[in-house]
């Protein structure tokens, strides 16, 4: 199956809180509807409100439910038996593959920090040319208006002269 190992734990940990809910929730039923039934000779001991109601079939009940219950059971049993054999270690092995995975970690943030640095740096110089080029920009833009003024004024005055 092409299920990783995580997800059948999920999917494993989903199948037994569904079988505690359902073996609760059946107990819970059963209280509630079955009736009297005696502990020892003498009185029976009452369950839920002491009256069955009307309809209600206990053998048929509890055979519905303890085939659900089963239907539950052996459903966790295949995905436990489709869990990897290597998934268990011992002690030794899972605190070693922890102190990998914390060098990992280690060697991965020392490359995403430098990584990060030559960002900014790259940033900074970007930043830089990108405020020279604005500069200049507005530098040329000033510098323009200086040199067709002359030529503006002179056609200004043509025509303010005709009115």
Do not use: C, W
């Amino acid at each position: 199956m092409a299920d990783t190992p995580a997800e059948l734990l999920t999917a494993l940990q989903d199948q037994i809180n569904g079988l505690g809910g359902q073996f609760f929730e059946f107990i819970g039923v059963l209280q509630r509807d079955a009736p009297a039934v005696p502990v020892s000779e003498g009185e029976g001991v009452l369950s839920g409100s002491g009256v069955t109601p009307a309809g209600y079939d206990v053998p048929a009940e509890t055979d519905r439910m303890a085939k659900q219950l089963m239907g539950a059971i052996q459903a966790t049993q295949r995905l436990i038996s489709q869990l990897p054999d290597d998934l268990v270690q011992d002690e030794d092995a899972h605190y070693a593959h922890i102190r990998q995975l914390q060098q990992q970690d280690a060697e991965a943030s020392q490359q995403l920090t430098a990584a990060v640095a030559a960002a900014e740096q790259q940033l900074a110089l970007l930043q830089r040319l990108y405020a020279q080029l604005a500069q200049a920009e507005l530098q040329r833009r000033l510098a323009a208006p200086a040199k067709a003024e002359p030529a503006a004024a002179g056609a200004g005055a043509g025509q303010g002269g005709g009115a």
